[in-house]
């Protein structure tokens, strides 16, 4: 039986040293890491934050513009983000729908969820795009969310670490990491997997959550084939 997961891609990561916007060698580098999974059988949904963009907290920091506004804007960034990868992921010859949360009919696909797994059923690549469509959730809890309606065996987190530290690894040499923990202590202070809505929301679901370097060649695929040496995983 084929695996079906979510892939949380962050929006940051899409624009590469240069810190805004996007990197079109990243968009070809995550499209043939997705290749690899389709041609596995791998049913795909996607996720992808704004950050390169505009976030909504930053827009609305000094109270010009009011925080609901700024997360729509957020929002419209993930599907800016979106378009860009379904661009990608077709140039490498993927069948790709983008499904966002707001209606915009001119440029792809208002959310369904039988309507999504339908298309993952098919082998197409989906990918969600602007959230939940409400303000004050983050893109890791769209991620969630979504991962569970398409009923996903699990969502991975793609970062710039292959997995969960005890510490930042960037700036302690001696930052041990782990190779599983539980919901809880995801949850700490010191360890910031994704936001706490995304994680007590995997929890009450009981999805696991792998953190893995989406920068790594063929990262992705090892864990599709149920190797987790090279990441963390958030389980019971």
Do not use: W
Not at 39 to 56: D, F, K, L, P, Y
Not at 104 to 126: N, P, S, W, Y
Request: net charge neutral; proline share 1%.
């Amino acid at each position: 039986m084929s695996k079906r997961i979510l892939i949380k891609f962050s929006g940051e990561a899409l624009a590469g040293e240069q810190g805004f916007g996007i990197d079109t060698n990243i968009l070809k580098f995550i499209a043939g890491q997705i290749k690899q999974l389709v041609n596995e059988g791998t049913q795909i949904g996607i996720v992808i934050g704004g950050g390169n963009i505009i976030r909504g907290v930053t827009a609305a920091k000094d109270g010009i513009i009011k925080r609901v506004s700024g997360d729509h804007m957020g929002m419209l960034s993930t599907v800016i983000n979106s378009i860009a990868m379904q661009e990608a992921l077709e140039s490498s010859g993927i069948s790709v729908r983008v499904q966002s949360a707001i209606q915009m009919e001119a440029f792809c696909e208002t959310f369904i969820m039988r309507r999504a797994q339908r298309h993952l059923e098919k082998g197409r690549v989906v990918i969600f795009a602007a959230g939940t469509g409400n303000p004050f959730f983050t893109t890791d809890t769209a991620a969630v969310l979504r991962a569970i309606e398409i009923n996903a065996d699990m969502i991975i987190k793609a970062t710039k670490v292959n997995g969960v530290y005890d510490k930042d690894p960037m700036k302690f040499s001696d930052a041990k990491r782990y190779s599983t923990l539980s919901y809880e202590l995801a949850m700490g202070d010191d360890i910031r997997v994704m936001d706490d809505t995304a994680i007590a929301l995997a929890k009450d679901n009981k999805l696991p959550i792998v953190v893995c370097n989406m920068f790594e060649e063929g990262n992705i695929l090892k864990i599709i084939k149920d190797d987790f040496s090279n990441c963390s995983v958030v389980k019971n």
